[in-house]
């Protein structure tokens, strides 16, 4: 069999994408941090064949995960037309722990649509831009997926003030102080269960949603002034989009039919802790949040010696069995051949 592999990271959202229509069309913009540490690698084997598949997770054959990577070849046929007439074996891995709640889509499916796209350039055929190719892909495998496909900030969805954005494929962004491209994520995790209600189900939701209008005009705006927020290096005004996006999408979860809580008590004792902090002492430190219980700190590299020390001080007991993995704003997926 013939080989090619990549390692894509996994990604922060700051502006949240919630809810989509069609297949994987966002119903709002959203722009996220690359991150560096946390990331999936993915060796792609092909031959000739009828489009069997097998995964292997850390090694280990996976038959669980055959019907999501079916599904992405089927979705992304228009894209990689060869891919009936092959056979792949998926060697995958996350550099995370599995059982740490923090979800593989977008790493993963980024990493397979990087793979994929190596193979078509292989096979010589005709590739207008590598990375917004991959991005398409990846957003068909997962929408936050087609983020991780760049660094050190990404922007998915149309968006009035980004050149060039797009619902299909998302694009680098970069236009924003220096203080942002070395921020730091202190992933706490709080709970490392499996998520009681899938993404998928909760953007299902969005579709009926009571509030779902004003949210989806809601985030044009936050992005808006998140971008000014971030190019001015104003802090303050980024702490507060982000703190709210985060909120925002728990309270749409929480104002679904059928409603939902994905935080926990410890969720709720961290961010007061973070609040009481900030505000004590003045240090710039905000949190934000996936569709989960974990609890992700953002700061600037310049505080991260005294950060470090509140977390280990006052929020690690907050975490399951005292851990949290240590992250910052990446550059993007790097080829493993
Ligand atoms: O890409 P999905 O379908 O797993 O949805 C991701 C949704 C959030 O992580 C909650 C927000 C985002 O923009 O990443």
């Known amino acids: 069999m013939k080989e090619t592999a990549w390692k894509s990271p996994s990604n922060i959202a700051l502006i949240k994408y919630w809810g989509k229509y069609d297949v994987q069309i966002p119903a709002n913009p959203s722009v996220s941090f690359t991150l560096s540490s946390s990331a999936t690698s993915t060796r792609l084997k092909y031959r000739t064949g009828k489009g069997a598949v097998k995964v292997f997770l850390n090694g280990e054959e996976t038959p669980a995960f055959i019907p999501k990577i079916q599904l992405f070849l089927e979705r992304t046929r228009a894209l990689f037309p060869f ?50 190719e991959a991005s398409n892909a990846a957003r068909l495998g997962s929408g936050s997926g087609s983020r991780s496909v760049y660094g050190p900030l990404a922007a998915w969805g149309k968006h009035a003030e980004i050149e060039g954005s797009h619902d299909e494929f998302a694009v680098p ?12 994520d202190t992933i706490l995790l709080i709970d490392k269960g499996e998520k009681t209600v899938s993404s998928s189900l ?26 000014t927020a971030m190019l001015d290096a104003d802090l303050e005004s980024f702490g507060e989009i982000v703190e709210s996006e985060a909120l925002t999408l728990h309270g749409m979860m929480m104002t679904s039919m059928p409603y939902f809580i994905l935080m926990k008590p410890n969720t709720l004792e961290v961010i007061q802790r973070i609040w009481s902090f900030r505000e004590a002492t003045n240090h ?17 590299e310049s505080h991260k010696e005294v950060i470090m020390r509140f977390i280990d001080t ?3 007991t907050f975490c399951k069995d005292s851990s949290y993995l240590c992250d910052q704003v990446g550059l993007g997926p790097t080829p493993l051949f």
């Not at 722990?97 to 793979?115: D, E, F, Q, R």
């Not at 962004?173 to 730091?184: L, M, N, Y």
């Not at 905000?286 to 569709?291: G, M, P």
């Open 314 to 316: 006052e929020l690690r």
């Open 83 to 132: 891919s009936q007439q092959m056979d792949f074996e998926v060697h995958t891995s996350n550099s995370f722990p599995h059982s740490s709640g923090i979800a593989s889509s977008a790493s993963g499916m980024s990493a397979l649509a990087l793979c994929m796209m190596s193979v078509k350039k292989e096979l010589g055929l005709n590739i207008e831009d590598f990375f917004q």
């Open 173 to 184: 962004f970069a236009d924003v102080a220096d203080i942002f491209k070395t921020f730091q």
């Open 202 to 227: 909760g953007h299902g939701l969005m579709n009926n949603h009571p509030y779902a209008s004003s949210r989806f005009a809601q985030a044009h705006e936050n992005q808006s002034r998140l971008l």
């Open 284 to 300: 710039p430190v905000y949190f934000t949040l996936d569709a989960g219980a974990n609890v992700h700190v953002l700061y600037p």
